[in-house]
Nanobody
């Protein structure tokens, strides 16, 4: 069974850092695009970042540029989201998702989803 599992969330003070991990079970990420989405209370789910594992191309939401970095492990079964200079507005449940071909902006384009990990940033 295809599974995505997020980890690394938690409570951090504003200005701090967290590193989220998305691990694949039942398949490898090679040939997929892996994205991080987040959803805060009262807000729509939004795409934070994405990486095309075939060529390493990355995309970022404007609000996280220069603060977040998406990367893949050498084995291509794990994708990370390094989050630095965290702000209270980054508080959300973060999900990883896999698309079969390319990064897409819409969650409709993603085939597999993890259960999410909570990130809370205090002021």
């Amino acid at each position: 069974e295809v599974q995505l599992v997020e980890s690394g969330g938690g409570l951090v003070q504003a200005g701090g850092s967290l590193r989220l991990s998305c691990a694949a079970s039942g398949f490898t990420f090679d040939g997929y695009a892996i994205a991080w989405f987040r959803q805060a209370p009262g807000k729509k789910r939004e795409r934070v970042s994405c990486i095309n594992l075939s060529d390493g191309y990355t995309q970022y939401q404007d609000s996280v540029k220069a603060r977040f970095t998406i990367s893949s492990g050498n084995a291509k079964n794990t994708v990370y989201l390094q989050m630095d200079s965290l702000k209270p507005e980054d508080t959300a449940v973060y999900y990883c998702a896999a698309a079969r071909i390319f990064c897409g902006i819409s969650e409709r384009e993603y085939d597999y989803w993890g259960q999410g990990t909570q990130v809370t940033v205090s002021s």
